[in-house]
């Protein structure tokens, strides 16, 4: 799906008017424990020390604040734009090549050589890539799974988020099959070990250079401590 129509459709669903209504009691509840236990553990804490009465009001008020800022990230409409954002995250242009070529391998291996052109590995980018975007899935769906149940008096919220679940599935899939196809290639054992290979020479390039460097900054010394010992003997 786009991603201007999926911007589009979870701007709708949360300002569609219903969803004002989704989980709201739930939402309230969860914040007010929240912040009531942290006003409790905020007092109880200034409590055992000398400070002032104000003083111990701002601490309990602080402890407040701090506990609505840990429950919030739970409330029903920010994991649904968390999950949002999770979604959308995912490079759009890779895909767009798994949904038009998973039915061929062939295909999907010319379209990702052409997508990696550039790059030195492209293999390998490919199949980071495609984990780090299947990441982003997974946490999407399981944010969305847990406020199916939140929005229920919203028709149009419950639609996307069913629709947007069956289509997370299904670009999971393709992003499975296609890490396997990947690595089936003959040209992965290649380039895993060309990299494995140069990262290892750059590291040890890294290590001499420092060694390099201890020794000059030791033959510094020494030159340093030897005419400071000739300055000595002259006096």
Not at 23 to 47: E, N, P, R, T, V
Not at 131 to 141: G, I, Q, T
């Amino acid at each position: 799906m786009n991603r201007s129509i999926i911007l589009a459709l979870s701007l709708a669903c949360v300002l569609n008017t219903p969803s004002a209504r989704a989980d709201f009691q739930g939402d309230a509840i969860k914040l007010a424990a929240s912040a009531g236990i942290g006003y409790g553990i905020g007092y109880g804490l200034s409590s055992l020390t000398r400070a002032s009465a104000n003083d111990k009001i701002g601490f309990a008020t602080l402890a407040t604040l701090a506990g609505l800022v840990i429950a919030i990230p739970s409330t029903s409409y920010v994991r649904y734009m968390r999950a949002q954002w999770s979604f959308t995250s995912t490079n759009a242009e890779l895909m767009v090549i798994l949904q038009n070529t998973h039915n061929d391998s062939t295909l999907l291996m010319n379209a990702l050589e052409s997508y990696y052109l550039a790059s030195q590995y492209s293999l390998l980018q490919a199949y980071s890539d495609l984990l780090k975007d299947d990441a982003h899935l997974a946490h999407a769906e399981g944010l969305f799974k847990c406020i199916e149940n939140s929005f229920l008096d919203n028709a149009q919220c419950t639609t996307y988020m069913k629709n947007t679940l069956k289509e997370i599935a299904q670009l999971r899939s393709f992003i499975k099959s296609a890490l396997i196809t990947i690595k089936q290639d003959p040209r992965w054992t290649a380039m895993l070990a060309a990299r494995n290979a140069a990262q290892a020479a750059q590291q040890a390039a890294s290590i001499a250079q420092q060694q390099l460097y201890v020794a000059q900054q030791q033959l510094a010394i020494a030159q340093r401590n030897q005419q400071m010992q000739k300055n000595l003997c002259k006096a």
